[in-house]
Antibody, heavy 122, light 106 residues
Framework: QEQVVESGGGVVQPGRSLRLSCAAS????????MHWVRQAPGKGLEWLAV????????YYGDSVKGRFTISRDNSKNTLYLQMNGLRPEDTAVYYC???????????????WGQGTTVTVSS | DIQMTQSPSSLSASVGDRVTITCRAS??????LAWYQHRPGKVPKLLIY???ALQSGVPSRFRGSGSGTGFTLTISSLQPEDVATYYC?????????FGQGTKVEI
């Protein structure tokens, strides 16, 4: 079945970098846009970034613009989130999610991973 | 940026009750709206897309409506497994903003 699995979370000091990965299986990864979404402790869902199926463009939320970079390797069926300049307020569970319809950015997200936890602390 | 505002932030209802959650966009988003259910300890689940279309496998007691700036998620008969936080999200343009969530308890 369609599945995405995040990895790469951990404890990191403020100002340092971390790269998250999201491995996809069970669907044609190269046909679908992908998102990153996070949930800080006790907070709601926060949308972070999206990349279209071909990686031709990227879009970011204001809180991570200029610090985080979303990318994908369709040959490896893998989505990435490069996080630089991490701050304590970036502490959260990070989810990757697949857009439900091929070829478009403008749809809901139907497949979510279990999330990977990032803790930014000295 | 277009803001998404949900109300109420939380509610408590009984099994079998009709529950209504409202989501308001600060600008017209047509029907580019999704609703998600996030149960404790689970991953978010897509319930509704295009404001009113039921995602495959979602029980028919969930109904979405609205367009433009005003949207509603209705649970026609609340079940114990519906205890969750519900989020609306717009997806017309960047950023793909979520509402702040509505926590539903029994």
């Amino acid at each position: 079945q369609e599945q995405v699995v995040e990895s790469g979370g951990g404890v990191v000091q403020p100002g340092r970098s971390l790269r998250l990965s999201c491995a996809a299986s069970g669907f044609t990864f190269s046909s679908y846009a992908m998102h990153w979404v996070r949930q800080a402790p006790g907070k709601g869902l926060e949308w972070l970034a999206v990349i279209p199926y071909d990686g031709s463009n990227t879009y970011y939320g204001d809180s991570v613009k200029g610090r985080f970079t979303i990318s994908r390797d369709n040959s490896k069926n893998t989505l990435y989130l490069q996080m630089n300049g991490l701050r304590p307020e970036d502490t959260a569970v990070y989810y990757c999610a697949k857009v439900a319809v091929a070829g478009t950015l403008h749809w809901g997200m139907d497949v979510w991973g279990q999330g990977t936890t990032v803790t930014v602390s000295s | 940026d277009i803001q998404m505002t949900q109300s109420p932030s939380s509610l408590s209802a009984s099994v079998g009750d009709r529950v209504t959650i409202t989501c308001r966009a600060s600008q017209d988003i047509s029907t580019y709206l999704a609703w998600y259910q996030h149960r404790p300890g689970k991953v978010p689940k897509l319930l509704i897309y295009a404001a009113s279309a039921l995602q495959s496998g979602v029980p028919s007691r969930f109904r979405g409506s609205g367009s433009g700036t005003g949207f509603t998620l209705t649970i026609s008969s609340l079940q114990p497994e519906d205890v969750a936080t519900y989020y609306c999200q717009r997806y017309n343009t960047a950023p793909w903003t979520f509402g702040q969530g509505t926590k539903v308890e029994i």
